[in-house]
């Protein structure tokens, strides 16, 4: 079947290490996208990925990296920089940046502690 | 910016109650309109969207409709199950700017047998 996987689906670690969250898709979209969720509170943008080797700052990319080296895979690192790291976060896709149908991954839940 | 206000939840109902769940958006031009809903612990999936003014969309028994003249995309569904609970976002894009969604703040919809 086709579709997006987030792995694990929580995940716990301690303050000060970076931790690296998967993403992948076997959809042959070409976007990719990372939001976060706070309990209570929308989605924010993080960074997203309009093709292989390019991606861009969302609006809350402090204390994030990510890369795209292939197509499937959208990884995200949470580095010690971010400040509030506990959070879940949603990975998604799209056929392509003028497309406006995203579909969504089941999400990862990370706590620092 | 642009942006999207719903009501606030959580929004509590007997099975079989109307539902309404109110959403607003602030946008220069004319975006394409989506409801998306979050089951507990798992990411989004796309419950309906509309693309262009007076666009009713439509599924699994859920409706709303795209009113430029009131900027509104509310959502309703007129007889709610105890499966319809979950957390519904209301979120707009515009397709000449790729597929950033823009997220208003969840609502949250119990439903009680």
């Known amino acids: 079947d086709g579709g997006i996987t987030q792995s694990p689906k929580y995940l716990f670690r301690k303050e000060g290490q970076n931790v690296t969250l998967s993403c992948e898709q076997n959809?042959?979209?070409?976007?990719m996208y990372w939001y976060r969720q706070d309990p209570g509170q929308g989605l924010r943008l993080i960074y997203y990925s309009q093709i292989v080797n390019d991606f861009q700052k969302g609006d809350i990319a402090e204390g994030y990296s990510v890369s795209r080296e292939k197509k499937e895979s959208f990884p995200l690192t949470v580095t010690s920089a971010q400040k509030n790291p506990t959070a879940f976060y949603l990975c998604?896709?799209?056929?392509?940046?003028?497309?406006?149908?995203?579909?969504f991954g089941q999400g990862t839940r990370l706590t620092v502690v | 910016g642009d942006s999207v206000t719903q009501m606030e939840g959580p929004v509590t109902l007997s099975e079989e109650a109307f539902l309404t769940i109110n959403c607003t958006y602030t946008?220069?031009?004319?975006?394409?309109l989506f409801w998306y809903v979050q089951y507990p612990g798992e990411g989004l999936q796309l419950l309906l969207k509309?693309?262009?003014?007076?666009d009713k969309g439509s599924n699994k028994g859920f409706e709303a409709t795209y009113r430029k003249e009131t900027t509104s995309f509310h959502l309703e569904k007129g007889s709610v199950q105890v499966s319809d609970s979950a957390v519904y976002f209301c979120a707009l894009t515009f397709n000449n700017a790729g597929n950033m969604l823009t997220f208003g703040g969840g609502t949250r919809l119990m439903v009680k047998p």
């Open positions: 509309a693309t262009k003014a007076d």
């Open positions: 946008a220069t031009g004319y975006p394409s």
């Open positions: 998604a896709s799209s056929i392509d940046v003028m497309n406006t149908e995203a579909f």
């Open positions: 959809l042959n979209h070409d976007a």
